[in-house]
């Protein structure tokens, strides 16, 4: 951190901060600001995340719960492969359908504010001033912004969506949260099947499901130290938090093949 001292400044200033202060104001000019609102992506973290930690988990789950039951190692493969693009598919089709959905029902919310916008204008007009009320707006101000709102049908109705129902301004690609979803399954969820799928090329590995093990713990924490870039949250933290949770994930399912070996 670089601190400097002069005539214009008889206090230390931390130069650093004053660099990201300047950044900062530069993000938040008119011209910056408009470019932003207009340029605005959704984020699939959530998708990558969910699909990558049930990659894990459920791939590994086949594979614990073979070497378990002590099953062969070309039965783990076929079971693992399976499992990877099937459930990998099934993840991505419901993620599509369950987005698709989500936007199917701001649709007919929409077609619903504005049904009541047009029989009862002035019952809406008051939801809007109750929402403003709670708010901390009062009296002049709130009659103003409430005429401002509702002047405009368009803003009215989206003001209604989101203030009062709840629902996001736009919503994300269906096709995209299921592609995010799919590539972060199969990505991640190889990962404990390696050291199986290079046994029939003639890579002899000792132990593999305690490498597969070391592969899915790994997987696991990377992931968490990935969603850390995103939040606010330590990377090391992160990390720990998701293997502690898909290994006990895994854990369970190595305990039920074990339970079901003779079955």
Request: net charge negative; glycine share 8%.
């Amino acid at each position: 951190m670089a601190i400097t001292r002069g005539t214009r400044f008889p206090f230390p200033v931390d130069t650093d901060r004053e660099s990201g202060l300047e950044a900062l104001r530069a993000e938040h000019t008119a011209s910056a600001v408009r470019a932003r609102l207009q340029n605005r992506t959704h984020s699939y973290l959530r998708d990558v995340i969910y699909g990558a930690i049930d990659g894990i988990v459920t791939t590994f789950a086949v594979v614990a719960g073979a070497a378990g039951a002590g099953l062969a190692d070309r039965v783990v493969i076929i079971l693992g492969a399976a499992n990877l693009i099937a459930d990998g598919f099934s993840m991505s089709v419901s993620n599509l359908l369950g987005s698709r959905a989500e936007q199917q029902q701001l649709e007919r919310a929409r077609h619903e504010e504005q049904r009541h916008i047009r029989l009862l204008p002035e019952g809406e007009r008051e939801e809007v001033r109750q929402i403003y009320a709670a708010k901390g707006l009062e009296g002049e101000t709130l009659e103003a912004v409430v005429e401002a709102l509702t002047e405009d049908r368009d803003v009215w109705v989206r003001t209604m969506l989101t203030e009062e129902l709840g629902f996001p301004q736009s919503g994300r690609s269906p096709l995209r949260a299921a592609a995010a979803t799919f590539l972060a399954f199969v990505s991640f969820g190889v990962l404990p099947l390696l050291v199986f799928l290079v046994q029939p090329a003639g890579l002899e590995i000792p132990a593999p499901f305690t490498w597969s093990a070391v592969l899915a713990g790994f997987a696991f924490f990377a992931v968490g130290t990935l969603k850390s870039r995103f939040v606010d949250q330590r990377w090391w933290k992160a990390g720990v938090e998701t293997l502690a949770l898909g290994g006990a994930a895994a854990c369970l399912a190595y305990v039920v093949g074990l339970v079901l070996q003779n079955v």
